[in-house]
């Protein structure tokens, strides 16, 4: 089974959305996939209750009963889980982190996001767990290029010596028109570029194991 805790001690990255689009989608692809939301907000919790069908379950726990919850799911045979962790909670995200084969740190690429996202480096660099960052939330290409705020992130990011992800993902209405009736936007829109670049991001998440 492998774990992935999805990390931002800033709100507002977008942390919990990209958790459920690529939820869904490893579902998509046969894997046998749980979402364990240990945020007070309970988003995740929420937005499974306005999901029709059985897949992904989400699981409420606290940080504390988590070591346990999840060699429950490894016996259950779950292939993977992905930990939704709360904003401002360093010792609960650490606990996360610690017990996770996956680490990744979601930002935005604007300025107040790139310099709040140190603490979310920390947490990840003090428990040695494999980490990488993932640019949310950001404009969108233009001619099949990333903009110049994109560019400039990634080069910001390189201070904290962590893989950011080559794959961004853009701000885009599909991402939130899919999560008002529980869908992912793989099922909201398959063939749109929203659901290419969730594809694309799970395909290099997978080639970090």
């Known amino acids: 089974m492998k774990t992935i805790c999805l990390l931002a001690q800033k709100g507002g990255t977008g942390k919990t959305t990209l958790c459920l689009h690529l939820a869904v989608l490893a579902g998509e692809l046969g894997r046998r996939a749980e979402i364990v939301d240990i945020d007070p907000q309970a988003s995740a919790t929420a937005w499974r209750r ?30 993977l889980v992905l930990i939704d962790t709360a904003p401002h909670s360093s010792h609960e995200a650490a606990t996360a982190v610690q017990l996770s084969d996956l680490a990744l740190i979601v930002s935005r690429p604007a300025i107040l996001d790139l310099e709040a996202i140190g603490a979310s480096v920390k947490i990840a660099q003090q428990q040695a767990a494999p980490s990488a960052i993932v640019l949310n939330a950001c404009p969108p290409p233009q001619h099949d ?31 939130s028109h899919a999560l008002i009736d529980g869908r ?17 991001l799970w395909q290099w998440v997978e080639s970090r194991w």
């Open 50 to 79: 306005r999901r029709q069908g059985e897949f992904p379950p989400v699981s409420r726990s606290a940080a504390a009963q988590l070591e346990a919850l999840l060699a429950d799911r490894r016996r259950q045979g779950v292939d």
């Open 145 to 175: 290029r990333e903009t110049a705020i994109v560019r400039e992130a990634r080069d910001a990011l390189q201070v904290y010596g962590l893989p950011v992800a080559p794959v961004s993902i853009a701000q885009r209405a599909a991402f």
């Open 184 to 200: 992912a936007v793989t099922e909201f829109e398959d063939s749109g570029k929203a659901a290419n670049e969730i594809r694309r």
